[in-house]
């Protein structure tokens, strides 16, 4: 060997040559990665400043918003927050969690609970030790009135992890407490004992609305309206729903004409954009404008067309119980005007039958049956009315009138044709469609419903009118019982008879209080 160096052969050379072309590829692909890096920074960083150029960034935004949060003006707030996070997304100059956590403070200030709570949620997702957040949420819920809905988000929390948590700990065993009473509530609602427990959880949550319109949608099953517009009043104007506003009107027109006033002021705003409390109003409105329709035709003697408004009255309003009672006894004063008197008398015991201590319901039934020439129960009627208003002297007077024609009747009962409500010269017919007319009134199968007194004189009055039609059908009984009727007569000092027909000179006795002192006949 003469120690010189061998010369590459041709495969060493092409090794070496693959070799640094790998690394120079390598090289070269990691150089357009850093510039393709960097130009992106320049980018974004150029896009950033062309949007600060252009308008304001999601922080401007979210500065903004809180300053109209703390001004109290939420839906703007709430419009530039909800900006702030669509802007958010491409110019991450502020935290996402703040925008949704700042949005959920304002869509909670504006009763907007279901949009809180959801907000609220996210924030808790991004920072799952956000118990402030979470808090929130459960409020929302109970805002809602949606008691297990707040239960179930504070137990996202494991046990151990909110028992270690004072806040979460009271709240879950506060609103744990309120679902066993709300579910109690609910089991027995429409009763007593469900308010005594609605009453408890709305002065537990004396805020929350849903649970005064629970309370007060109980209250309305028992008809007990006045109670209901009671529990609702103290939610402030500006915070009642539709919803409220329209049970509250409803327990007002259903307390009576006295209260129509109050349930339109709670409907006239709101009806312009909730179709239950447009209908609502319109109810009330028709109903009172023929009831007033109705007053005035009675106030001016046209007394038919009286009747007439009355009937489209009642027809609008066949639930409204407390307004029946005075459409049909008002109804029933008309009727006797026109000389509807069984008419008058049927209105009348629907008035009482709606409301039993009702007097002026059973005066003005009295005065019919007197019309009628049905003194017993006319003199029924009128001491029930004096029971009720005691001290009326006029009433009094009039249940004296009533006693003594009773007493006559008495006396009368042999007198046929009294008996029938006819005079001495009537025709066979005459005598016949009057029996047809009263023998269905006194049918003792036409009285199954009246209490035994009532059955009892029912009973008698059908068997005298039975014996006076047999009497007075038949011409040779007629006769001979016309005879007898004239030698008692001629035999009386005073010489006079009864058969003058009892029932219209006993109707004109009373005509004359058609109009009484108290301001008329109808209200």
């Known amino acids: 060997m003469d120690g010189s160096v061998a010369s590459p052969s041709a495969r060493d050379f092409d090794d070496d040559t693959s070799s640094v072309l790998i690394a120079e590829r390598n090289d070269r692909s990691s150089i357009l990665s850093d510039e393709a890096e960097a130009r992106a920074k320049i980018m974004k960083f150029f896009n950033k400043k062309a949007a600060a150029r252009s308008g304001p960034t999601s922080r401007d935004l979210k ?23 669509a802007l ?79 806040q979460l700990s009271v709240r879950y065993a506060e609103y744990k407490s309120a679902l066993e009473l709300y579910n109690k509530a609910e089991s027995a609602f429409g009763t007593s004992e469900g308010d005594e427990m609605y ?13 005064r319109e629970r309370f007060a949608e109980s209250l309305f099953r ?66 009172d404008d023929a009831k007033q329709k109705g007053n005035n035709n009675f106030s001016s003697k046209r007394f038919k067309e009286s009747v007439e408004h009355y009937t489209a009255a009642i027809n609008m309003a066949p639930n409204n119980l407390s307004i029946l009672r005075i459409l049909y006894c008002n109804r029933a004063a008309a009727y006797k005007e026109i000389g509807s008197y069984r008419e008058g008398v049927e209105d009348c015991t629907r008035a009482i039958e709606i409301a039993p201590d009702f007097f002026k319901a059973y005066a003005r039934r009295a005065r019919c049956h007197i019309n009628l020439g049905d003194n017993f129960a006319a003199v029924r009627d009128f001491k029930k009315a004096l029971s009720l208003e005691k001290g009326d002297r006029e009433l009094e007077k009039e249940l004296r009138h009533a006693e003594a024609a009773l007493s006559k009747e008495g006396e009368k009962e042999k007198d046929f044709y009294y008996q029938l409500g006819l005079t001495k010269t009537c025709s066979e017919r005459d ?35 039975s014996e006076a039609y047999a009497t007075l059908s038949d011409p040779a009984k007629r006769r001979e019982y016309d005879w007898k009727q004239d030698r008692e007569r001629l035999s009386r000092p005073a010489g006079f008879g009864f058969s003058g027909g009892f029932g219209a000179a006993s109707g004109d006795q009373y005509r004359g209080n058609r109009y009484r002192a108290r301001g008329g006949d109808t209200w």
């Not at 009453?199 to 849903?210: C, D, G, K, Y």
């Not at 007990?224 to 327990?251: D, F, G, I, W």
């Not at 009806?271 to 028709?286: A, G, H, P, T, V």
């Not at 049918?443 to 068997?463: I, M, N, S, W």
């Open 63 to 85: 500065v903004e918003a809180d300053k109209s949060y703390e001004s109290a003006n939420y839906t703007a707030a709430l419009e530039l927050y909800t900006k702030a996070i």
């Open 199 to 211: 009453r408890m959880l709305v002065a537990q949550f004396p805020t929350i609305v849903p649970f």
């Open 431 to 465: 005598i016949k469609v009057k029996y047809r007319e009263l023998s269905l009134r006194w049918h003792p199968d036409k009285c199954v419903g009246l209490d035994t007194l009532e059955k009892e004189r029912a009973e008698h009055k059908f068997k005298i009118i």
């Open 88 to 166: 958010q997304k491409e110019d991450g100059a502020s935290q996402t969690k703040f925008l949704y956590g700042n949005r959920s403070a304002a869509y909670f200030m504006a009763g907007r609970f279901k949009e809180c709570m959801e907000d609220c949620l996210v924030v808790f997702q991004m920072e799952p030790s956000n118990y402030k957040l979470l808090l929130r949420a459960a409020l929302s819920a109970i805002s809602m009135g949606d008691i297990e809905r707040a239960v179930s988000i504070l137990e996202i929390v494991p046990p151990k992890e909110r028992e270690s948590q004072e």
């Open 222 to 287: 028992r008809k007990q309206y006045l109670r209901a517009v009671e529990t609702l009043e103290v939610v402030s104007a500006k915070a009642r729903p539709p919803k409220l506003l329209h049970l509250m009107a409803n327990c007002l027109y259903l307390s009576g004409f006295e209260h129509f006033e109050r349930a339109r002021k709670c409907l006239e705003e709101v009806s312009q954009f909730d179709d239950d409390c447009r209908k609502l109003l319109n109810e009330i409105n028709r109903v």
